[in-house]
Each structure stands twice: as C-alpha cells, then as structure tokens.
C-alpha cells in the first residue's frame, strides 16, 4: 500500500491515479471488542481509553465544566495513547455553551520560513511519503495546548494546574501497556530510528515492552508540570520549547524549518462553526461542525445533502446492514464531496472560498445538481463541481496518505457539551520524541503535520494547490468534531466525531445517518460496518458485509476494496431519560458518567 501512496503523490493530479487510491489506515487494527453502550443521568466522558475519560470524569465529579474535562482527558491520553495525540500535537474543538455553538482552531501552523517547495526532493518530484513523515521537516508548529488554554480562559471552572494530576500521576506512578498499544509498537518501522523513543518503548533487543508491564514516564510527568505552573508557555517558550526545536533542527537525515518564533508567536484560532440544516424521517436538525482548514463538516454535510436528493431514504435496511443500492448512492456522494474536498479546501487565511462563501458547497440547489450527475452505474472518479459563477483557478489535490487522531465527547451537567479531535497524524508522528533531560525516561512525540500539505504545489497545467506549502499555513484537516441539535427548540441531541484519517469522515457520517435517519442508538450506530470512498474505489470494511452487497457495488461499475477500518468513533446523546454514549468497539475506548 505505501508503494501506491507513492505513486499516487508521484502522479500528482492523475484522475487514473485518483481511481486506484486507497488509504493505509492510520493505526493497525487491534480487532473488534462489543461494547453495551453507557447511560448516565448528570455527565459524561467518551474518550479513547479508559484511564482518559475516567480522568474527565474527575473533573466533572469535582464541578468542573465540559472544557476542564477535556483538558484531563487530553493530558491523560497523551500518556496513555501516544499514538494518536498529545503535546506535540494539534487540536480541534466544537464546544457549545448552552446558547453558542463556538470553534476552537488548535492546528498546527507551517514554520515561518517554509515555502511550497518543502516536500519535493532535489529532482523537483515529490518526496516518498515516508521519508518526508519520519523527519524533522514534517514537524508543524503545534497548537493543542495554547488553543486549550484559550478555551478554559472562557469556560474553566477548576484552576488550570488542577487539571494536570491525574496524568502527572499516571505518568510518574506508570499506566499499563494495553494490548493495542502494544501491537502499534510491533509493527511500527520507525519508532525505534529516535533513540528517545527507543529507549522508552522497546527493550534493549529491539522487541516492545509487553502488555500489562508498567510504563513511567517522568520526563512527561516534568513537561506537564511546567505548562500547569505556566500555562501555554510552559511548553512554547523556554526549556522545553528549545528541546522541540533542537529536535527538528538537528534530525540526522531530514531536519526541519521550525524555530523558538514560530512556538512563541502561535496563536490560536476562534471560528464561527459551520452549521446547516438536515431532515430525517420528518425531523428537522440542525447540524454544527468544524470551518475550514477541516474539511470534516463541508464533505459530511455534502454527503448527507446528496443523498437527500436521490432515493436513500426509501431504501430500508436489509438483515441490519445497508443494502448494495445505498451503499452504491452513498459512495457516489462520497465521490463527489471528495472531489469538491481536493479542489477547493484549504486554511481560509490563505485561499478564498467558492462563490465567497463555504455555505455554497452546501447550497441546496448545488447539491440536488452535483445528485444528478449519480447513475445506476458507477462514475468511479468524479469532478469538482462549480457551486458559483466564478471557477476557481487552483488546481485540484491529489489524493494522498493521511492518518491519525483520537476523539472526545463530553456534556457536563450545567448543560454545556463538546465534540474534540485531536492528533499528532501518522501513529506515532514524526516518530520524533523530544526530552529535555537526558536522565530521564520518557517525552512526547512530535505531530508530522505537515504532510497534510499537497506535496505537490501546482496542477499538470501549472495552477496552484489550494493546500500547497506556504509559512504560517494550517494544513488541512478531515477532523470532523460535530454538534447535533433539534432545530425547531434548539436542544442539543448529539455530540460525535471519529478518528481514521480522511476516513473518519465517513466514520461520522455513519453514524449521523443511523442515529439521525435509522434511529439507532449511539452504540449501534458506530457498531455498524464501515465504508466510504476517497473519490476511488469503494471501501469497504472486511468482513461485515455479505458477498452479495460486495456484488452488488461490482456490478454497478465500481471498484470494491475490502479493508480493516480502524475507526475510533465516540459520542453521547441527549435522549429524554439522561444520556446515551457509544464508543467504537474497534478500539479500547468507552464512556465514563454518573
């Protein structure tokens, strides 16, 4: 598979190339756990382990806000599951404050002095995929802390150093290796290449410590304490900062742009979220996700409003699972969402949205005509649509590898709620882990954001990619935090997101359809099988579905890929009796609440 991630970015704009993409999951799978589903009555925690939303939970327990419980989590989950995020990483929050739906942009920024040119190699190609991930030149500028620090500034109720013990004491007491962690730490190629890394998570003969044995990591345990005693700075100035920045610099092979400036001018980012309206089953909602640069929210609600305007919603479920003609109508949407996602979606600061306004690509009409073009037979790969009278001049991106990410949902009594991804991208990140002590065991990983960028800057007709290189620039991101509320009241009724990729778009939207349209519960929802397209062939989730689906998309033209599907989808409803949260039985995480 990463020979044809190659190719694909090799090929650029290629729409042959496009057709015979298909992504390598972010993590490997760690199999499929049934999960019961969890009520509660006052709040609640999902999150991706179990150690992390017990650490919410705390917080909740203590009178803390939905925020303040994001924080313990997140802190927790950077020990507890550094595959997927932490301190070196970024974040993005949809927090809801009982009247406003707010956006929280901690992504990660390009190094000040990066320019298009920073993933091609000296022949002017793009470089392979994984030498431009395991380096210091994939390593952006990163955002979670300083974007949580403006979050509890607004809506923190507990003291910000508070929020720090319980993984300040996990951290120094030890967690154990869990099974899934274990088996990431097996198959990864790279890891072992930072001495850092090497020596926290293997043994002296190269093999991963074994599950249930007890890791401490007090150099982590040090980190966090400085950003609970300085906040923000603790972590983008002084010590630590010079440690990130001597870490990227001074990789052996592939060293990075990033500099003490680019950490202390960070700023984070308030958006205005991006919310539209969507009907089921004569039911209205009012959907809320995450603007630009995530191009989470715009590809699920094109997706939703699609198949909206064609026959989806007649077709029933068939033994439970969606039928051969659904999935055929909602990998066709998918095709068209995703060639929308290449052409147009990038870091606002940077490019212009169609027709000056992202709402466009959500316009009902635009939508009922990009529908139009679905067939009984597959288009395979779609074009980018025009949703005003000005075409765009950039060129499309073409598609390539993209990882990483943990999810966490949280409603806390007083009413408020959040949906939060977070990640560090590939598993692992750069595989780069920074300490600031020598003697100590332990650090934090490094995210590779950057490789979110086009490696390639322009089209095969010269035009530029909307999300090419340039400094200051956040890459753009699937993550796809999402709000649901009753439309006609107001009252919130779901808080979901997923990780996996560019397939957590799917991830969620899966689960927004069965919850919303289906009327699963939560649980049920994110049990069912996974699928999607990226605008290629049609992915499906090995083994859950049966050989007459499978061919049933064959003889509609399409291309069928069989795959594990790692999702990590978590989210709590708001239903009449309390709450209702799911987490995703391919992973280890679950929902913690009184």
């Known amino acids: 598979m990463r020979n044809a991630c190659a190719l694909v970015i090799g090929c650029a704009l290629s729409l042959v190339c496009r057709a015979q993409f298909a992504p390598d999951m972010p993590e490997d799978n760690s199999g499929f756990t049934p999960k019961p589903g969890w009520s509660s009555k006052r709040h609640a925690v999902a999150a991706a382990n179990p150690l992390a939303a017990q650490a919410g939970l705390q917080m909740l327990r203590a009178g803390g806000s939905a925020i ?14 550094p595959q997927s995020s932490g301190l070196g990483g970024g974040a993005l929050l949809l927090h809801f404050n009982g009247v406003l739906v707010e956006a929280y942009d901690g992504r990660e920024t390009a190094p000040s002095t990066a320019d298009e040119k920073l993933f091609l190699a000296a022949d002017g190609k793009p470089m392979p995929f994984f030498e431009a ?3 210091g030149r994939s390593v952006g500028t990163p955002g979670a802390i300083s974007m949580l620090e403006l979050a509890h500034k607004e809506y923190g109720k507990l003291p910000w150093s508070k929020l720090f013990d319980p993984a300040i004491m996990l951290a120094e007491e030890g967690f154990q290796i869990s099974a899934r962690l274990h088996l990431q730490l097996s198959r990864d190629r790279y890891l072992r290449q930072d001495p850092v890394a090497a020596r926290y998570f293997y043994r002296p003969d190269g093999s991963p410590r074994e599950v249930g044995s007890r890791l401490r990591n007090p150099e982590l345990a040090a980190v966090l ?14 010590e630590v900062a010079q440690a990130i920045v001597d870490k990227v610099r001074s990789h052996p092979a592939n060293p990075g742009l990033l500099t003490l400036d680019d950490l202390r001018n960070y700023k984070p980012v308030k958006r205005a979220a991006l919310c539209h309206d969507y009907s089921a089953q004569a039911r209205a909602f009012r959907i809320c996700g995450f603007p630009p640069p995530s191009s989470g929210a715009l590809a699920i609600g094109q997706i939703l409003g699609i198949l909206a305007h064609t026959r989806a919603g007649t077709l029933p479920l068939q033994n439970g699972l969606p039928s051969a003609e659904w999935l055929h109508l ?45 067939q009984d037979s597959s288009m395979r790969t779609a074009r980018a649509g025009q949703p005003g009278p000005v075409k765009t001049s950039y060129a499309p991106m073409a598609e390539q590898p993209e990882y990483g990410t943990s999810h966490i949902s949280i409603v806390d009594g007083d009413g408020n709620a959040l949906a939060m991804t977070t990640t560090v991208e590939n598993q692992f990140g750069s ?28 089209g095969t007709t010269g035009e530029a990619v909307a999300n090419r290189v340039e400094p200051g620039k956040r890459p753009r991101s699937s993550m ?33 359809y069965g919850m919303l349209y289906w009327e699963m519960d939560a649980q049920r929802a994110i049990d069912l099988p996974n699928f999607g397209s990226l605008n290629g062939p049609s992915l499906i989730e090995a083994g859950r579905f049966p050989t007459a689906t499978l061919e049933g998309l064959r003889s509609r033209g399409a291309t069928v890929r069989e795959q594990s599907m790692a999702s990590g989808t978590q989210a709590i409803e708001i239903t009449p009796s309390g709450l209702f949260g799911g987490a995703d039985p391919r992973r280890e995480g679950v929902v913690r609440g009184d």
Do not use: C
């Open 68 to 81: 303040d419980a994001a924080i313990a989590t997140q802190m927790v989950l950077a020990l507890v599951e």
């Open 133 to 135: 991930v395991v380096s």
């Open 225 to 238: 304490r400085k950003i609970a005693a300085q906040g923000s700075k603790g972590l983008m100035q002084g």
């Open 330 to 374: 909602y990998t066709e949407a998918s095709r068209l969402a995703f060639a929308d996602r290449a052409q147009y979606l990038a870091d606002p600061e940077f490019v212009q949205p169609p027709a000056g306004d992202w709402m466009s690509l959500l316009a009902p009409g635009y939508l009922a005509e990009r529908a139009g073009l679905i």
């Open 431 to 458: 595989r780069q882990m920074v300490s600031t002590d020598a003697n100590r065991d332990g650090g934090f990983l490094l995210n590779n954001e950057l490789t979110d960028f086009s490696f390639a800057p322009t």
């Open 480 to 512: 796809a935090p999402t709000l649901v509320f009753e439309k006609d009241s107001g009252k919130l009724r779901l808080t979901v997101g997923s990780s996996g990729g560019p397939m957590l778009i799917h991830f969620t939207a899966k689960t927004l």
